[in-house]
C-alpha cells in the first residue's frame, strides 16, 4: 500500500501543477516547463556528482526514451493548457492511460498480463473520459490548437508511462533520483527548441514571477521522487488508472480558480473516473 501512497501524492502533484501553475504563471508554456525543469537539475546534481552512479547500457537506452517522451510530452501539454480549458485539456491529455495498456497488449516485451480487475477499471475510466470529453470536443472539432496539442501529449505521455515502469521496476532498476534527474534534463534542454521551432513561441527570460516558478520547479521535483519511488512495486496498469486522480484535480482546481464551469456530462463521467481507481487502490492480491 505504501508504494501506491507515493504514486498518488505523485499524481496529486501533477494536478496542482496542470490545474493552478501553468495557467496562473504568466510566461509562455515551454520557458514556464524549462524553468521549473532547471530547478530539479540542479538540485539533484549535487547528489549525482558525489554518488557518481552506473548505468548499464540497457539502463542508458530507457533513460533516453523516458527524458524524450516526458519532454515532448510536456512542451505540447503546457501550450495546450496555456490556451484551452483545464477539463477540455486534461480529459484527452489523459487518454495516454488507455494507450499505454494497448501498448503493454501489444508487445510481449512488456511481460504485463491484463487481469480482470485492471480491464474493467480501464474500462470503466474509457467510459467516464468519453462522457466528461465527448460533447465538449465533438461541439468544437474545429481549427483549435489545443486540441492538437492535446492528442499529441497523450501519445508521447503513454510512452513515458511505459518507459516510467521500465526504468522503475525491470530487472536492473534505476535509482528514482536518476530517472527524475533525466526527465528533468531533457525538459530543460528540449523543451526551448520545441517552442521555438515548433510552437513558434518567444523563448524570452524574465524575473518576473520567478518566486511562483520556483516553488513549481520545486513541486515538479518532489512530484518525480514520489512516482518513480512508487513505481518499484506499481505496475504500469495500476499507474495508468491511478493517473486519473491528476485530471480530477486538475478539473476541480480549473472550477475553483479559474471559474470553469461544465454540464452533467462532466458530473457523471468524473463520477466514474474516480470509481474506476477504487478496485485497484483497494485489491487485495
Request: glycine share 8%; hydrophobic share 55%; charged share 15%.
Amino acid at each position: 500500500m505504501k508504494y501506491y501512497v507515493l504514486v498518488i501524492c505523485g499524481v496529486l502533484c501533477w494536478a496542482v501543477i496542470n490545474g493552478f501553475c501553468i495557467k496562473g504563471i504568466n510566461v509562455p508554456s515551454t520557458v514556464l516547463g524549462t524553468l521549473m525543469s532547471l530547478v530539479g537539475v540542479i538540485l539533484f546534481s549535487p547528489w549525482l556528482i558525489w554518488k557518481r552512479p552506473k548505468l548499464t547500457r540497457r539502463q542508458v537506452y530507457y533513460l533516453l526514451g523516458l527524458g524524450l517522451s516526458a519532454a515532448l510530452n510536456n512542451s505540447f501539454f503546457y501550450a495546450a493548457l496555456k490556451i484551452g480549458t483545464v477539463y477540455n485539456v486534461v480529459l484527452i491529455h489523459y487518454f495516454a492511460s488507455v494507450l499505454a495498456i494497448v501498448w503493454l497488449a501489444l508487445v510481449p516485451a512488456f511481460k504485463e498480463k491484463l487481469d480482470k480487475t485492471s480491464a474493467f477499471c480501464v474500462l470503466l475510466g474509457i467510459t467516464g473520459l468519453v462522457i466528461m470529453s465527448g460533447v465538449n470536443v465533438l461541439a468544437e472539432l474545429r481549427n483549435e490548437l489545443w486540441l492538437y496539442y492535446s492528442f499529441l501529449s497523450a501519445l508521447f505521455y503513454s510512452f513515458e508511462i511505459i518507459l516510467s515502469r521500465l526504468v522503475s521496476a525491470n530487472v536492473d532498476p534505476v535509482d528514482p533520483k536518476i530517472s527524475s534527474f533525466v526527465k528533468l534534463l531533457f525538459q530543460a534542454l528540449i523543451m526551448p527548441f520545441i517552442g521555438i521551432f515548433v510552437l513558434e513561441q518567444k523563448f524570452q527570460l524574465s524575473w518576473k514571477g520567478l518566486p511562483q516558478i520556483v516553488l513549481a520547479g520545486l513541486l515538479l521535483f518532489v512530484s518525480f521522487i514520489f512516482v518513480f519511488s512508487g513505481l518499484k512495486k506499481v505496475p504500469v496498469k495500476h499507474f495508468a488508472v491511478l493517473g486519473y486522480l491528476d485530471r480530477i484535480g486538475a478539473i476541480i482546481i480549473g472550477v475553483l480558480i479559474w471559474d470553469e464551469s461544465f454540464g452533467w456530462n462532466i458530473w457523471i463521467g468524473g463520477s466514474l473516473v474516480l470509481l474506476a481507481e477504487l478496485p485497484i487502490i483497494f485489491k487485495k492480491k
